[in-house]
């Protein structure tokens, strides 16, 4: 299977060696990987024949391992910026420590790639974290979608990862306290969709202006809207491309 492209600005290409996920917090409530995995589903895909519970997830959308999709990475001869899981949570409570390790080992042994992981399951990520081998180019990150999940930056800070990101997106609310010590990057954007819940000016400028006074690298994806470029992604008249390090897609 060739790599997926993806419109992600700050990546390059998805990887999914696990799909499906079950809601958690807020952030999820407009999930658009539930609604992509029943249209999968509908069109035959293979990954998203496994429908989740209703309650929490969809169909097409169970959490599913697929250790075929562990051999993709090493045909991919160029360097490439990977998201794992765009359509899945790694650490989600269904998917066994071995399976994560697995994991973890492709990305060791395909150190041409760095590659991003993000969680809402911070606990877990915590709490299994020095069962890992951690790989130098392995990016961990935790969704930040507003003050209530605050907590998982602080489980984020525990894991011994080379750089450790926040994904403010949705952003649903101000992180007027948001700690960014030990934190090398943020993301920050507004939700997409038919039900959408549209950001707060001052939301953005508060933790693009936190990332200003800590100097943590600061990304801008989107305004969103009913389509992800409804409304743009310039804040205060610019873009805000900012990366870990001397990385730039």
């Not at 992981?117 to 790989?135: E, H, N, Q, Y």
Request: hydrophobic share 40%; aromatic share 10%.
């Amino acid at each position: 299977m060739t790599k997926q492209r993806t419109a992600i600005e700050w990546t390059e290409v998805t990887w999914n060696p696990t799909t499906g996920c079950d809601r958690v917090s807020p952030g999820c409530d407009n999930c658009y990987a539930l609604t992509l995995a029943k249209r999968l589903k509908a069109m035959g895909a293979d990954k998203y024949q496994n429908d989740g519970d209703p309650r929490t997830s969809g169909p097409g959308f169970g959490v599913t391992i697929h250790p075929e999709a562990l051999q993709e990475p090493y045909r991919w001869r160029n360097p490439r910026t990977v998201f794992v899981n765009s359509m899945s949570d790694l650490f989600h409570a269904k998917v066994p420590l071995g399976f994560v390790r697995d994991v973890f080992q492709v990305i060791a042994e395909t150190p041409r790639h760095t590659y991003q992981v993000l969680t809402k399951r911070s606990a877990r990520l915590k709490k299994v974290a020095d069962k890992l081998d951690w790989p130098t180019n392995l990016w961990m990150g935790v969704s930040v979608e507003s003050a209530d999940v605050l907590s998982r930056v602080d489980d984020l800070r525990a894991v011994p990862a080379a750089v450790r990101f926040l994904s403010c997106e949705p952003l649903l609310g101000a992180l007027d306290d948001i700690n960014l010590d030990r934190i090398n990057w943020v993301i920050a954007g507004g939700e997409s969709g038919p039900r959408y819940r549209p950001m707060e000016l001052a939301w953005a400028r508060g933790i693009r202006d936190a990332c200003q006074d800590a100097g943590v690298p600061f990304f801008f994806k989107q305004w969103g809207g009913r389509t992800p470029k409804a409304l743009g992604r310039e804040l205060d008249g610019r873009l805000w491309d900012e990366m870990p390090g001397a990385l730039a897609l």
